[in-house]
């Protein structure tokens, strides 16, 4: 879909925006008119025409790009235009353009044959970081795409090692019973019921000397909603609610790759949400890793439980940013749909950053309160906190308040994301997707490069 120009033969793409278009057809051929008229083009987002040459055979690409440049103004090409290589012309944002080519270039391949094959674009060598954020946002595709019969925990493990090795960074997998010993109970709780058993991942890379940079991401491989067991209909997609642990394993390929000044510390607790004679049940009573006790109104409350764990672990650490991505709560998709992720934050600075760089890049992410009043919903008569509470309203700020009591203080964000398309948009087909990924690297990379 997008590799470095080396030179070949490519057929050209001119962009034009549409408020632009009068002008370019000011100094236009009657028969390049005559080619616009006839197909109708007005230089919409993804439009496009082939103009002829010479000799009357099509010749170049004129591609629009609607309003502005953005991601999404080429984002269908890769699957509409002829397969072929094609280079850009008159772009102002050739990266920007590129990335959303790229992403609409997307197809999950593993078990069937591709639809058809995407058109190449040739980008410029001052142009190829776009291919590590184009790689790590299909790697976090990929990985939720992925069924959960091929991405149950130990296959969670198996992709985190490829990425250890790929850039020589260092691993930790806590597995099973030694989680106990450990103190990781509610991570073991939550996972004990499957086949196969849960683990704590802990990557750690880079300089220990430089600022620690620490990802948390809630690796439920499969969620049935366990023993208060979720609807069929609400458990079909419940393959994607590892989709956190993917976030996470994307952006630290995307730390390393640009080999960001940081000590990277990336925690995956990784389980499967099933239903067996050794299911943990409503009323239960864990003591996390925090030496909190908790009891389980709901055990489809599950993410919460394993990430709080692993927000305790992490916080030890007392790193400059720690930030964790889970599918965490419909509550978030309620407030805010599926496209846009819901941000929580104990550092303004932090957030508004974040923010900031989500929308400069074209990933858009969204800040909701903290609001602690809320923290009552969560009480309980027997434990210190419940997982989940019987009031249907602000779901997904008790979520954030609970884990927020595991983080100690370190500078925190946490996204409850949606990691899926529900539609097909330009640069984001249907399936597996990484939202906030790139918000949050920008920020790193402004934060810490210098």
Not at 5 to 14: K, L, M, N
Not at 39 to 47: D, I, R, T, V
Not at 55 to 73: C, T
Not at 414 to 429: C, E, K, S, V, Y
Request: a negative charge; hydrophobic letters at 45%; one cysteine or more.
């Amino acid at each position: 879909m997008l590799i470095v120009d080396d030179g070949r033969p490519a057929t050209a793409v001119e962009v034009v925006a549409a408020g632009d278009l009068a002008e370019w057809r000011g100094r236009a051929s009657a028969v390049e008119l005559a080619w616009l008229d006839r197909f109708g083009f007005a230089g919409g987002a993804n439009a496009f025409v082939f103009l002829p040459g010479g000799d009357g055979a099509p010749d170049r690409v004129l591609a629009g790009l609607g309003e502005r440049e953005s991601i999404a103004s080429l984002g269908h090409l890769a699957m509409r235009l002829p397969a072929g290589d094609y280079r850009l012309e008159g772009a102002t944002e050739p990266e920007l353009l590129a990335l959303g080519w790229g992403l609409g270039g997307y197809q999950f391949t593993e078990y069937r044959k591709p639809a058809r094959k995407p058109a190449t674009l040739l980008i410029p060598t001052a142009s190829a970081a776009v291919l590590d954020e184009l790689a790590a946002v299909n790697l976090c595709r990929d990985l939720v795409n992925t069924p959960t019969s091929d991405m149950l925990p130990h296959h969670m493990e198996d992709a985190a090692r490829r990425l250890v090795e790929q850039h020589e960074a260092r691993i930790e997998v806590t597995v099973g019973d030694e989680l106990l010993r450990r103190g990781f109970n509610t991570i073991h709780t939550v996972g004990r019921a499957s086949a196969s058993p849960p683990r704590l991942i802990d990557i750690r890379w880079g300089d220990a000397e430089h600022p620690r940079v620490t990802l948390v991401g809630k690796g439920v491989c499969f969620d049935s909603g366990g023993l208060d067991i979720k609807s069929a209909s609400n458990m079909r997609l419940m393959k994607k609610d590892m989709g956190g642990a993917a976030h996470v394993l994307g952006l630290a390929h995307l730390i390393m790759q640009r080999r960001l000044p940081v000590s990277l510390r990336v925690l995956v607790p990784a389980v499967e949400n099933a239903i067996a004679g050794n299911a943990f049940r409503p009323g239960d009573v864990i003591r996390t890793y925090a030496g909190t006790t908790v009891e389980i109104d709901n055990t489809d409350a599950e993410g919460r439980l394993i990430l709080c764990d692993a927000l305790t672990l992490a916080a030890e650490d007392e790193p400059e940013a720690l930030i964790d991505f889970a599918t965490l709560t419909g509550a978030a998709r309620s407030a805010l749909g599926p496209e846009l992720p819901a941000m929580f934050s104990n550092d303004d600075d932090m957030a508004n950053g974040i923010a900031a760089s989500g929308t400069s890049c074209e990933d858009p992410v969204w800040r909701m309160p903290l609001h602690a009043d809320y923290l009552a919903m969560l009480d309980s008569t027997v434990a210190d906190i419940a997982n989940a509470g019987s009031s249907p309203y602000a779901g997904a700020i008790t979520a954030a308040l609970y884990l927020q009591r595991f983080v100690g203080k370190a500078p925190w964000v946490h996204f409850d994301i949606m990691a899926w398309n529900t539609r097909r948009r330009p640069a984001h087909p249907v399936g597996g997707e990484a939202m906030g990924l790139r918000a949050v690297f920008g920020w790193l990379a402004g934060r810490f490069s210098g």
